[in-house]
T-cell receptor
Framework: DTGVSQDPRHKITKRGQNVTFRCDPI?????LYWYRQTLGQGPEFLTY????????KSRLLSDRFSAERPKGSFSTLEIQRTEQGDSAMYLC????????????????FGPGTRLTVL | AQSVTQPDIHITVSEGASLELRCNYS??????LFWYVQSPGQGLQLLLK??????LVQGIKGFEAEFKRSQSSFNLRKPSVHWSDAAEYFC????????????FGKGTRLSVIA
């Protein structure tokens, strides 16, 4: 079990540019979540996949944001035409599909990608 | 609406002193409760979780939490704080019935002084 990984760990971009982040979940987990965390706040839900199906999107996910999980394994989060307000830590989490060890809905988080928009 | 309130933004304790971080939740169904810890610039590490059974749950690093349904609370405690416990602590609630997004509080920053 290598845990959830995210790439890159840090991204600095200029306003108006597009950026893409990648998340690799724990291999046997079929659920994958994206959260955004701004300074001084807790993580806020963005979107959620079960296998390759995107099941839910938050109202925070504007039309400049798009997420994919094409083969039900890794996921990408793209932000088009970045704005300074997009500066945040983007966290990915995964969870198992059925109760394992007696706990459903236990989400394991990656280290995050910190985005700075200049 | 689902929500989590952590009333204390910042707490400072002396090393070796006891600690209690407060968490109150509002949830329409049976809750599944978590405490996570985050060191600066890092992701979230799960400290402990509760979904049923004994209302006092033990976690990693010597932490424990007590679920009180009547008070809608899930407070985190540690009898003796170490300097390495300085971090941000987040309480979160999710649905016991399925895999759903977690709702987090705004966090409590813990500082530890000598």
């Amino acid at each position: 079990d290598t845990g959830v990984s995210q790439d890159p760990r840090h991204k600095i971009t200029k306003r108006g540019q597009n950026v893409t982040f990648r998340c690799d979940p724990i291999s046997e987990h079929n659920r994958l979540y994206w959260y955004r965390q701004t300074l001084g706040q807790g993580p806020e839900f963005l979107t959620y996949f079960q296998n390759e199906a995107q099941l839910e999107k938050s109202r925070l996910l504007s039309d400049r944001f798009s997420a994919e999980r094409p083969k039900g394994s890794f996921s990408t989060l793209e932000i088009q035409r970045t704005e300074q307000g997009d500066s945040a830590m983007y966290l990915c989490a995964s969870s198992p599909s059925r109760m394992t060890g007696g706990f459903n809905n236990e989400q394991f988080f990656g280290p995050g990608t910190r985005l700075t928009v200049l | 609406a689902q929500s989590v309130t952590q009333p204390d933004i910042h707490i400072t304790v002396s090393e070796g002193a006891s600690l209690e971080l407060r968490c109150n939740y509002s949830y329409g169904a049976t809750p599944y409760l978590f405490w996570y810890v985050q060191s600066p610039g890092q992701g979230l590490q799960l400290l402990l979780k509760y979904f049923s059974g004994d209302t006092l749950v033990q976690g990693i690093k010597g932490f424990e939490a007590e679920f009180k349904r009547s008070q809608s609370s899930f407070n985190l405690r540690k009898p003796s704080v170490h300097w390495s416990d300085a971090a941000e602590y987040f309480c979160a609630v999710g649905a016991y019935s399925g895999n759903t997004p977690l709702v987090f509080g705004k966090g409590t920053r813990l500082s530890v002084i000598a």
